[in-house]
């Protein structure tokens, strides 16, 4: 028994299991926001209305900047810190690129008069976008910080650096992975 908890306990990272938990909170939260708008959506009163091309745009590069931190997280690894330097800061100006690109859909809907209090259809679509570019913003702040540490720090390889890039590398990609699914939902629902 006492060699078993020993291997659970190497096995299971407790950051690694915060930041887990955190995103299955994080997914309930919008589980619950799609079925509010199905809900919604079949009580009538609905406005239909197509989504901003800048949304679409938004989703090309959320997943580029994905795969660029990925390979980004690679090459710290095998040590080769320039490419892992221009990587990162490419994946952060990517990010940046996502929620400018969110920005611009929401004008894009205002200008088509598509309002956050108006129709219940298209405040649903700002609460989503909102609350998911604000989870964006957040994985923003932990790149920006990493670009930082990626130039001001030694360049060698530690496992304290690499675990904080692998927790970063797993919540970016989880928010790449929430968007793709909150467009296919709001695009087959609309």
């Known amino acids: 028994m006492s060699q078993n908890n020993t291997l659970l306990k190497q096995r299971i990272n407790p ?18 926001l799609t079925s509010a708008y199905m809900v919604r959506q079949a009580a009538g009163n609905w406005l239909e209305f197509r989504l901003p091309v800048q949304f679409f745009y938004s989703t ?39 929620v400018i690109l969110q920005y611009a859909g929401w004008l894009e809907m205002e200008l088509i008069g598509v309002y956050l209090t108006g129709n219940p259809s298209g405040s649903f679509v700002y609460i989503i976008s909102g609350l998911h570019a604000i989870h964006v913003l957040g994985g923003l702040t932990a790149l920006f910080i990493s670009v930082l540490v990626a130039f ?35 695009i087959l629902q609309n």
Do not use: D, E, P
Request: no cysteine.
């Open 15 to 32: 950051q690694m299991f915060g930041l887990y938990l955190g995103l299955a909170s994080v997914l309930m939260m919008f589980a619950a």
């Open 152 to 186: 001001m720090a030694s360049s060698k390889v530690t496992v304290k650096r690499k675990h904080r890039l692998k927790l970063l590398l797993h919540y970016w990609h989880f928010v790449g992975a929430l968007w793709i699914y909150l467009l296919l939902f709001l």
């Open 60 to 98: 090309a590069v959320i997943i580029i900047s994905s795969v660029i931190l990925h390979l980004a997280v690679r090459n710290y690894g095998l040590g080769k810190f320039g490419i892992y330097r221009i990587l990162l800061v490419l994946s952060a100006v990517l990010g940046l690129g996502f």
